[in-house]
């Protein structure tokens, strides 16, 4: 029952999953990867399934064998309408990926202004939060992206959020000389109106 489950909650199967559910389903075991019937519907971006599942009280912390969870797999590939669902139901935030990041760090240097943007207005994830590699969400939008429109915003709203435009990496390198190094003129522009040094 379980597996049947985890297969219908990945190919959105509302019927078969309110048959499940209404039988008594255990909702919070797991497939070989670790996963969860939450975590299965997240990974296909099954928004009803992963309602459905929440609202029959599905545990959206479980962490799978990569330590994501329904919160940070939606904040880190910028399933916008999952992430909502998840921090509506009250998702830790305080959980990391395995990198010791946030939800915000993946989802700022991939681009996806929309989930930053919810994360920094419905949350309270730390906007400076430091991964094991010594980032945050600030310094991952410039080292690892091109410095385009979607990063410019991104580091707009960090700014505005209150990220610490100065706050260095592991090393000791602050934002705008990474920004400076990587010819990202905008972003330099707006760290330097931030109070960057």
């Known amino acids: 029952m379980t597996t049947e489950l985890i297969f219908a909650a990945e190919a959105g199967d509302i019927s078969k999953l309110k048959t499940l ?4 389903v255990e909702l919070n075991q797991r497939d070989s990867r670790g996963r969860t019937a939450a975590m299965t519907a997240t990974h296909a971006n099954q928004v ?8 029959a009280g599905a545990d959206i912390d479980i962490q799978d064998n990569l330590q994501d969870n329904v919160f940070l797999y939606a904040g880190a590939e910028g ?7 998840a921090v509506e139901a009250g998702a830790s935030t305080v959980l990391t990926n395995r990198y010791g990041g946030s939800a915000l760090i993946p989802a700022a240097e991939r681009g996806h202004i929309e989930v930053v943007r919810e994360i920094l207005t419905s949350t ?5 939060h430091v991964n094991r590699l010594g980032w945050t ?4 939008a410039i080292i690892l992206t091109d410095g385009g429109s979607k990063h410019q915003e991104i580091v707009r709203l960090l700014i505005e959020h209150g990220a ?3 706050l260095p990496d592991g090393d000791g ?5 990474h920004a400076r190094s990587r010819g990202m003129d905008e972003i330099m522009r707006l760290l330097t109106e931030a109070g960057a040094e």
């Open 124 to 128: 309270d994830v730390h906007v400076d």
């Open 173 to 177: 390198v602050p934002p705008i000389t």
């Open 164 to 166: 610490n435009v100065n």
């Open 137 to 140: 969400a600030l310094l991952e």
């Open 79 to 85: 399933l916008l309408e999952i992430l909502k669902l």
């Open 48 to 55: 009803e399934a992963v309602r459905l599942l929440i609202g």
């Open 21 to 24: 559910i209404s039988g008594g």
